[in-house]
Nanobody
């Protein structure tokens, strides 16, 4: 089993920052080390399709970002703690969405989520103008 739990969402004014974390646990990560999974962040706004935000490769790099967040968001991971973090700065109202972390047994894949094996329950990020 796999459990991904996101935290750190909330309400922030435009231009502000938030730090999302995703903690991974479960038997799967005992058998197959967390470090063997690429970890991605996705988001879904009301009435919109889920979209790719960022991904960090299995070993910690390279990283990939959606054009809309490049230069503002930074993804990182701590394989010793089984966590992945998304540091978000210069937030805009259009960043408002539910943010999900996901794990993929393989390299990063910039998709709408297809190809990712495990998902968290999501955390709400709301950016006010």
């Amino acid at each position: 089993q796999v459990l991904l739990v996101e935290s750190g969402g909330g309400l922030v004014q435009a231009g502000g920052s938030l730090r999302l974390s995703c903690a991974a646990s479960g038997r799967t990560f005992v058998i197959y080390a967390f470090s063997t999974y690429a970890m991605g962040w996705f988001r879904q706004a009301p009435g919109k399709e889920r979209e790719f935000v960022a991904c960090i490769s299995r070993g910690g790099g390279p990283t990939y970002y959606a054009d809309s967040v490049k230069g503002r968001f930074t993804i990182s991971r701590d394989n010793a703690k089984n966590t992945v973090t998304l540091q978000m700065s210069s937030l805009k109202p259009e960043d408002t969405a539910v943010y999900y972390c996901a794990a993929r047994s393989g390299p990063c894949l910039q998709s709408t989520g297809v190809g990712y094996d495990y998902w968290g329950q999501g955390t709400q990020v709301t950016v006010s103008s």
